[in-house]
């Protein structure tokens, strides 16, 4: 693990929450409805953090979104961003924000489909196991958690970087937003939801230390 407390002890003063974005095109952008509000309840409780205890819903268009650096999305189905909605998504990152989205099993074709749209200088890559974000505070050897099956894929942790800081994490073939859920929506073994908290802390620890 790596030590975290100067950098704990800046920022934990601040509220911290995460900002989903409602997406157009078809897709369910608001499944998972549990999942974040109990992320960051685990992460209040097992680190410095102070975090909203709900998640905020906002359009790329919205007048408020400098104020969520922190992004997320997921789905099952189409993704689809219009022209002023890649603009704005592009130039938001470009200025160091942040997007983690969460393949939920469909939106895998449509997601990376439309960030080719926003990034088409840029492919993607995939974060070996030594990098921060599978230890930064909990460890993961063998990288991003398999919290459900879809098609024997493996999980993989992709990135979208701007020089050396990363824009873009997607976690493709984990469901991570799935083991966050309330147990009792896929009544998932416990230790495959512990890992699914313990990695959302690490990646929202990682990018509040950038």
């Known amino acids: ?29 608001y499944s998972d409805p549990s999942s974040l509000p109990n992320l960051l309840n685990y992460l209040s409780s097992r680190t410095f953090i102070k975090s909203v205890q709900e998640e905020v819903r906002i359009k790329l268009t919205d007048k408020e979104l400098t104020s969520y650096p922190y992004l997320y999305m997921t789905g099952h189905g189409n993704v689809r961003f219009s022209e002023e909605e890649i603009i704005i998504l592009r ?14 099993y ?26 921060p974000i599978f230890n930064i505070y909990f460890e993961f050897p063998n990288g991003l958690p398999k919290v459900h099956e879809h098609e024997k894929n493996r999980p993989q942790a992709l990135g979208l970087f701007n020089e050396e800081t990363l824009m873009v994490l997607y976690t493709f073939e984990s469901d991570l937003g799935d083991g966050w859920e309330d147990p009792k929506v896929h009544n998932d073994p416990e230790e495959i939801r512990q890992s699914a908290l313990e990695m959302g802390t690490n990646i929202i620890l990682y990018v509040l230390s950038r």
């Open 106 to 131: 469909g939106m895998d074709k449509s997601f990376r489909r439309e960030m080719k749209r926003i990034f088409p200088e840029k492919d993607w890559v995939e974060l070996p196991l030594d990098h």
């Open 1 to 29: 693990m790596i030590v975290l407390l100067p950098v704990l002890s800046s920022i934990a003063a601040q509220e911290f929450t995460v900002a989903r974005i409602q997406y157009s095109g078809g897709g369910d952008w």
């Open 91 to 104: 130039e938001f990152l470009l200025r160091g924000s942040f997007l983690h989205a969460d393949d939920n």
